[in-house]
């Protein structure tokens, strides 16, 4: 009875033991996933699934739903009387500037970071708008057929995995744009890089929001802030609809205060234009706009300005570089998932560009996860590791010395890219992600932190 007493407690002690260590080793392949080592492959499936198709980019385009949206009817009467209301409303509500001054941290306009004014309620836009998203199917039926679909129903049930503090908001309230300004601001960032669409036209899933660029610039202004525009991948984008869509935009907003220009090296002030996808377009066809001999140049003309690509696979930096572009961002805030995005690549893209008078800009994010869009898409989530990985992230980008960080994002809750404020919040169906143990304003906190940081360092950089 004492031997078999003695082996009973020595079988419950190794179970313990064994118990123990086998969540150590869990907890250890959680963190590494979430990590994700600099040198991971990004050949698998995903890649291709979230990006326009490489390998047959013309015959998905072909197909692609006309991203054309018009609000027709009522529904335009009644979403434009609302719109004046709020611009009306803003302009009596907007305090002195220089109390706002003297309590938030300096604009940095070496820091941009990625916004979008897709979202909308039903208060404002008379239905939701985004936050319903639709959930994206696999590209392979078999994996689809797996994972659940539909779309989400908000303001409990929305397309994403934090949930915003301001709820299931409307760009066009007031009131966000005046949070969203202050957050932005408090975060010491400068620039606000704008998601444009030409005037009709919107992403699938959401409603033209050309209208809304005047509110956001006077807002911008108040704040201290500049914009810019990120060219989204409209329909028929080519050389010849970039040329008139850049002239409507410096004609439109060219004038306004807030309006972004950066000073080059020649001591020139010129406009910047993030131009997304701008891969899915050949270098042939951009040469005829960015390049001083093509057919529908904009060189040296009133309309010339800073066009950055972006950079996903290594041997598009060629295709940039011949396009006749001025520099190149990485956007995706996924470390390994492309090769722009892979932040142990940066220095060799830095030395590129520097070798030929581009400009190098890496965008830095604190996190990514889009399975409330994506479900299938586990693989590329990165776990925020309380703050660590969007450290990690801007101290890749610092080492390469850029002149300009980009920041993605403020508010793609879609992909879980946000630095707004998130908040706890369960429903009856969902348990949302958030920022505890710290506080709602933790990534706006962070930025700040780095933007003082990069701010003195490049004090150091041009010594």
């Given at each position: 009875?004492?031997?078999?007493?003695?082996?009973?407690?020595?079988?419950?002690?190794?179970?313990?033991?064994?118990?123990?260590?086998?969540?150590?080793?869990?907890?250890?392949?959680?963190?590494?996933?979430?990590?994700?080592?600099?040198?991971?492959?990004?050949?698998?499936?995903?890649?291709?699934?979230?990006?326009?198709?490489?390998?047959?980019?013309?015959?998905?385009?072909?197909?692609?739903?006309?991203?054309l949206n018009r609000v027709?009817?009522?529904?335009?009467?009644?979403?434009?009387?609302?719109?004046?209301?709020?611009?009306?409303?803003?302009?009596?509500?907007?305090?002195?500037?220089?109390?706002?001054?003297?309590?938030?941290?300096?604009?940095?306009?070496?820091?941009?970071?990625?916004?979008?004014?897709?979202?909308?309620?039903?208060?404002?836009?008379?239905?939701?708008?985004?936050?319903?998203?639709?959930?994206?199917?696999?590209?392979?039926?078999?994996?689809?057929?797996?994972?659940?679909?539909?779309?989400?129903?908000?303001?409990?049930?929305?397309?994403?995995?934090?949930?915003?503090?301001?709820?299931?908001?409307?760009?066009?309230?007031?009131?966000?744009?005046?949070?969203?300004?202050?957050?932005?601001?408090?975060?010491?960032?400068?620039?606000?890089?704008?998601?444009?669409?030409?005037?009709?036209?919107?992403?699938?899933?959401?409603?033209?929001?050309?209208?809304?660029?005047?509110?956001?610039?006077?807002?911008?202004?108040?704040?201290?802030?500049?914009?810019?525009?990120?060219?989204?991948?409209?329909?028929?984008?080519?050389?010849?609809?970039?040329?008139?869509?850049?002239?409507?935009?410096?004609?439109?907003?060219?004038?306004?205060?807030?309006?972004?220009?950066?000073?080059?090296?020649?001591?020139?002030?010129?406009?910047?234009?993030?131009?997304?996808?701008?891969?899915?377009?050949?270098?042939?066809?951009?040469?005829?706009?960015?390049?001083?001999?093509?057919?529908?140049?904009?060189?040296?003309?009133?309309?010339?300005?800073?066009?950055?690509?972006?950079?996903?696979?290594?041997?598009?930096?060629?295709?940039?570089?011949?396009?006749?572009?001025?520099?190149?961002?990485?956007?995706?805030?996924?470390?390994?998932?492309?090769?722009?995005?892979?932040?142990?690549?940066?220095?060799?893209?830095?030395?590129?560009?520097?070798?030929?008078?581009?400009?190098?800009?890496?965008?830095?994010?604190?996190?990514?996860?889009?399975?409330?869009?994506?479900?299938w898409n586990n693989h590329?989530?990165?776990?925020?590791?309380n703050g660590k990985y969007?450290?990690?992230?801007?101290?890749?980008?610092?080492?390469?010395?850029?002149?300009?960080?980009?920041?993605?994002?403020?508010?793609?809750?879609?992909?879980?890219?946000?630095?707004?404020?998130?908040?706890?919040?369960?429903?009856?169906?969902?348990?949302?992600?958030?920022?505890?143990?710290?506080?709602?304003?933790?990534?706006?906190?962070?930025?700040?932190?780095?933007?003082?940081?990069?701010?003195?360092?490049?004090?150091?950089?041009?010594?």
């Open positions: 009875i004492l031997n078999y007493d003695i082996m009973a407690r020595f079988r419950r002690r190794t179970c313990i033991i064994l118990l123990l260590f086998i969540l150590f080793i869990c907890s250890i392949m959680m963190a590494l996933k979430t990590l994700r080592p600099d040198r991971a492959g990004f050949g698998d499936p995903f890649g291709l699934g979230l990006l326009p198709e490489l390998q047959q980019r013309t015959v998905l385009l072909d197909n692609k739903p006309n991203s027709q009817g009522d529904t335009v009467t009644r979403v434009s009387n609302l719109h004046s209301i709020a611009v009306n409303t803003m302009k009596a509500s907007m305090p002195p500037v220089n109390k706002l001054e003297e309590e938030l941290s300096s604009p940095n306009y070496n820091f941009h970071i990625f916004y979008y004014s897709w979202f909308g309620n039903p208060q404002f836009d008379g239905k939701y708008i985004h936050w319903n998203h639709p959930l994206l199917p696999h590209w392979d039926p078999k994996i689809a057929n797996n994972y659940p679909k539909g779309r989400h129903n908000p303001p409990e049930d929305i397309g994403a995995n934090f949930y915003p503090e301001l709820g299931s908001y409307s760009s066009k309230d007031p009131s966000v744009i005046e949070a969203h300004m202050k957050q932005m601001r408090s975060a010491s960032t400068g620039v606000i890089v704008l998601s444009w669409y030409p005037p009709g036209m919107a992403d699938e899933n959401g409603e033209p929001t050309d209208d809304l660029v005047p509110v956001i610039l006077d807002y911008a202004h108040k704040y201290n802030l500049k914009v810019t525009f990120h060219i989204e991948p409209y329909k028929d984008r080519d050389d010849r609809s970039m040329y008139h869509n850049v002239k409507y935009i410096i004609d439109k907003y060219g004038g306004h205060p807030a309006f972004y220009r950066h000073k080059t090296s020649t001591g020139r002030f010129l406009p910047m234009f993030y131009v997304y996808d701008s891969y899915v377009t050949i270098p042939e066809i951009w040469a005829n706009l960015l390049t001083v001999s093509g057919s529908q140049t904009i060189r040296n003309t009133p309309y010339d300005a800073l066009f950055i690509a972006l950079l996903v696979e290594e041997r598009h930096k060629h295709d940039i570089h011949r396009s006749g572009f001025d520099g190149m961002y990485t956007y995706f805030a996924t470390n390994g998932f492309s090769y722009g995005s892979s932040h142990h690549n940066w220095a060799s893209l830095k030395a590129f560009c520097d070798s030929n008078n581009l400009m190098f800009i890496p965008s830095v994010g604190p996190g990514y996860i889009d399975t409330s869009i994506r479900p590329n989530t990165r776990n925020r590791v969007y450290e990690t992230a801007f101290s890749a980008a610092l080492l390469v010395r850029p002149e300009i960080i980009s920041i993605t994002s403020f508010n793609e809750w879609h992909e879980g890219t946000q630095i707004e404020k998130a908040v706890p919040k369960r429903t009856g169906q969902v348990v949302y992600l958030d920022y505890k143990p710290h506080k709602p304003n933790v990534y706006l906190e962070l930025t700040q932190k780095w933007s003082e940081k990069y701010r003195k360092e490049q004090e150091q950089w041009l010594m």
